[in-house]
């Protein structure tokens, strides 16, 4: 009997360290499902604007991200993702206004 809970011991403490850890999904944000999410993002705001930018301001479409992040992201991946609209936002209008896909314009912010 006791030698049947020894050989349980062991197979657990062999058990456990076998399961392999994981990297937390957060640790790399410029790779993976950021990529997906950023085409969302743009794709839920192409469809507030109706996918015309014309006379949008930087400013509204900074706050419309804003919105985006916050409904899709949580954590530290939402807080980058308010710092790319503040950083980029005139940027990404431009390219919105142009037509620009959203998966490329996901890449040149290195998402994708
Ligand atoms: C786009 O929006 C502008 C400003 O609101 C408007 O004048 C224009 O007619 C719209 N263009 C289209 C194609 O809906
Ligand atoms: C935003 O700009 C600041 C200053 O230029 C820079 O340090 C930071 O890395 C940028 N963040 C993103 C997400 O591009």
Redesign the pocket.
Known sequence: MKCLILVSAIFVLIFARSVPTFPSPTIDVLIGPNCHMCEVILNNVRYEYHNNFTGVTPDQLRKSLYVQCDLNLNGFTDE?CH??A???SADILQQLQAGTSSYRICQR?LLC
Request: aromatic residues 0%.
């Open positions: 980058e710092r790319i503040d950083n980029d912010d």
